[in-house]
Nanobody, 126 residues
């Protein structure tokens, strides 16, 4: 079993930056691909970014490519999402998720993930 806890959300002006953290419990977390998703009110949960178990491969939604960076520190059981040049349309509840299939390729859909955090709110004002 893996428990995920996100933090780092908040209110920021357009053009600003935030860094989200996802801290996991569980000794095998380093074997799991991890993704970040977001959900705005009235919208479906959408893929933001994902990272392979070793951190060597990363994937991004077109809407955040060039602005967001996903990374991980397996020694700290933590995955990060650095968000720069934030826009009002980035406003959402951000979730991290882990895929329980070890050493697999990160999925781009919520259905690929088994463990979810409670989310952290990001609000970008114009």
């Amino acid at each position: 079993q893996v428990q995920l806890v996100e933090s780092g959300g908040g209110l920021v002006q357009a053009g600003g930056s935030l860094r989200l953290s996802c801290v996991a419990s569980g000794r095998t977390f380093s074997n799991y691909p991890v993704g970040w998703f977001r959900q705005a009110p009235g919208k479906e949960r959408e893929f933001v970014a994902a990272i392979s178990w070793g951190g060597g491969n990363t994937y991004y939604a077109d809407s955040v490519k060039g602005r967001f960076t996903i990374s991980r520190d397996n020694a700290k059981n933590t995955v990060y999402l650095q968000m720069n040049s934030l826009k009002p349309e980035d406003t959402a509840l951000y979730y991290c998720a882990a895929d329980a299939r070890p050493l697999g390729r990160p999925g781009l859909r919520p259905e690929a993930y088994d463990y979810w955090g409670q989310g952290t709110q990001v609000t970008v004002s114009s």
